[in-house]
């Protein structure tokens, strides 16, 4: 049995995590998740597209491999997991101001 990746696994929790912040009304930055969404999952697609795809050797001994999936799936999931992790952040260190502001935690 193929074990999955760590690196896949936190892609797919920051491309859960951002899509139900893009989808609820209420929450701040609602376009920046927006963004972080799209860019997940174009990001995810073509790296499940490059694996689907898979690589070969002709017989002269040339790869043929989606060398463009690959680096661009790569980029794009990091750039969604970035913004995702940048927006948790600052998430955290506005409730962590508002807190302090009101004086609950001294």
Same mark, same amino acid.
């Given at each position: ?34 963004? /972080?969404?799209?860019?997940? @999952?174009?990001? $995810?697609?073509? *790296? ?8 070969? +050797?002709? &017989? ?18 990091? /750039?969604?997991?970035?913004? @995702?992790?940048? $927006?948790?952040? *600052? ?8 807190? +302090?502001? &009101?004086?609950?935690?001294?």
């Amino acid at each position: 049995m193929n074990q999955i990746d760590p690196i896949v696994l936190a892609y797919l929790a920051s491309w859960i995590l951002s899509t139900r912040n893009a989808l609820t009304p209420t929450v701040r930055n609602q376009r920046v998740w927006r963004v /972080a969404t799209v860019l997940l @999952t174009i990001g $995810l697609t073509a *790296l499940t597209a490059a694996q689907m795809i898979g690589s070969s +050797l002709d &017989k002269d001994g040339f790869l043929h491999e989606p060398f463009y999936l690959i680096g661009s799936g790569s980029l794009l999931s990091l /750039a969604g997991s970035g913004i @995702t992790f940048l $927006l948790v952040l *600052l998430g955290l260190f506005s409730r962590l101001c508002a807190k +302090l502001e &009101k004086g609950q935690w001294a």
